[in-house]
């Protein structure tokens, strides 16, 4: 238990969760003050520009007080912070901003708790990227076209955004898919890496308890329904299937690759894991001894 205290967390992160929790707040206040006070002209302004000006005296506060690592760690929280403070605001109206803001609140907390969670577990290889907000160009595409799917329902069919109890789903989805990947990332600690490892550090180790012991790669599973969840959760019809299958076919992919290192670095005894624990992937096998040469093929024949 002692590893969730805050004197457990390495200064960056402190510093990421102090610039969060600020910002949550002040963002908080702000959007929230026209409903508690009173739509007056004063206040419209407040409540939708107040943001964005308190971000940019925020961001200078940021760059006058901090340099370098220590300066994008904070931007990124205190933008995420902010991120988070209007997916609430936004969830709380009745129509279909309600189902933009519990994404918007689902997707700024997954990127803060990444980071979070590397602070928490493997402080050594914690960087910038550890936020994974500049993934991939096809992960910042995906997520553009499902605002835009979304954007273009809910004005054309804004009834189509109102099945809350579906978009529900989708939020359990992604909850419990947050809660897999952190429980792999805390359970593996510093054998956890966001990238795949081709060469074995000194200190690797295969883990097989804890939610091993349920799913080979739970990281992964998690984030596969995570992924999906947020797609129910914006009740994007289109983008739920091609989330779906791009997800499958990148972790299929991540899987085999990964799968082969791990073979190479602990042999049989990575062999016996994969018989008796399955990877927890629909209808993805990995990287299976005795099928692994046909599995090549099928990969580079794509």
Not at 28 to 36: E, M, P, R, V
């Amino acid at each position: 238990m002692d590893l969730l205290t805050l004197k457990n967390v390495c200064p960056a992160g402190r510093q990421a969760l102090g610039c969060f929790a600020i910002s949550l707040l002040t963002f908080s206040i702000s959007l929230y003050s026209g409903s508690t006070l009173g739509y007056t002209s004063e206040l419209w302004a407040l409540t939708y520009w107040g943001p964005a000006l308190y971000f940019c005296l925020f961001n200078f506060i940021l760059r006058y007080c901090y340099k370098g690592f220590s300066y994008e760690v904070s931007v990124r929280s205190a933008f995420l912070g902010a991120t988070f403070a209007t997916g609430m605001y936004l969830a709380s109206f009745e129509n279909g901003f309600s189902v933009f803001g519990w994404y918007v609140m689902i997707l700024s907390m997954f990127h803060f708790s990444e980071f979070m969670a590397v602070a928490l577990t493997n402080p050594r290889t914690l960087t910038v990227d550890s936020f994974i907000l500049n993934h991939s160009v096809q992960y910042g595409v995906a997520a553009v076209a499902s605002w835009t799917e979304w954007a273009v329902e809910f004005y054309f069919f804004p009834g189509m955004k109102t099945y809350f109890w579906l978009s529900h789903v989708g939020i359990l989805m992604c909850i419990g898919g947050e809660l897999l990947r952190k429980g792999a990332m805390f359970t593996a600690k510093t054998n956890f890496n966001h990238t795949v490892q081709f060469v074995k550090r000194p200190d690797h180790e295969l883990v097989t308890h804890g939610v091993y012991a349920l799913c080979r790669h739970p990281s992964y599973v998690g984030w596969f329904y995570w992924s999906v969840g947020t797609q129910v959760t914006l009740l994007n019809p289109v983008c739920l299937m091609v989330y779906a299958l791009a997800s499958w076919t990148f972790f299929r992919e991540r899987v085999y690759a990964e799968e082969l290192t791990l073979l190479s670095f602990f042999g049989e005894k990575y062999a016996a894991y994969q018989r008796a624990v399955g990877t927890g992937l629909p209808a993805i096998r990995g990287c299976v001894p005795g099928v692994q040469q046909d599995l090549r093929e099928d990969h580079w024949s794509y």
